[in-house]
């Protein structure tokens, strides 16, 4: 079960910090991924973090946003700093075990978290 937090409203140029904690000892085997949807737009990957915290991001969010990972605490981070309007969406955590080629696709994940909002003004 995964349990996402820290949506909000920031200004343009602000930060947010969600969170994505999860439930059961193997966590720590599964790849965990950030997705937003805004109204009306397909769901799209953001980041993700391996078993072995390897990093993906999208283009999009490069340099500005950072996912990090505590395996002992089950939790995943998505840091977002110098936020834009074209970054306000519904944020989705999920977790699964796809192979480093689907890693930015949401259908290779099996466990989604319900969405945390993200609003940014201008």
């Excluded at 990957?45 to 390897?54: E, I, L, T, Y």
């Amino acid at each position: 079960q995964l349990q996402a937090s820290g949506g909000g409203l920031v200004q343009a140029g602000g930060s947010l910090r969600l969170s994505c904690a999860a439930s059961g000892r193997t966590f720590r085997n599964y790849k965990v991924g950030w997705f937003r949807q805004a109204p009306g737009k397909e769901r799209e990957f953001v980041a993700a973090v391996g078993g072995n915290s390897g990093l993906y991001y999208a283009d999009s969010v490069k340099g500005r946003f950072t996912i990090s990972r505590d395996n002992a605490k089950n939790t995943v981070t998505l840091q977002m700093n110098s936020l834009k309007p074209e970054d306000t969406a519904a944020y989705y955590c999920a977790a699964g075990t796809p192979i480093i080629g689907t890693i930015r696709r949401a259908g290779a994940y099996n466990y989604w978290g319900q969405g945390t909002q993200v609003t940014v003004s201008s």
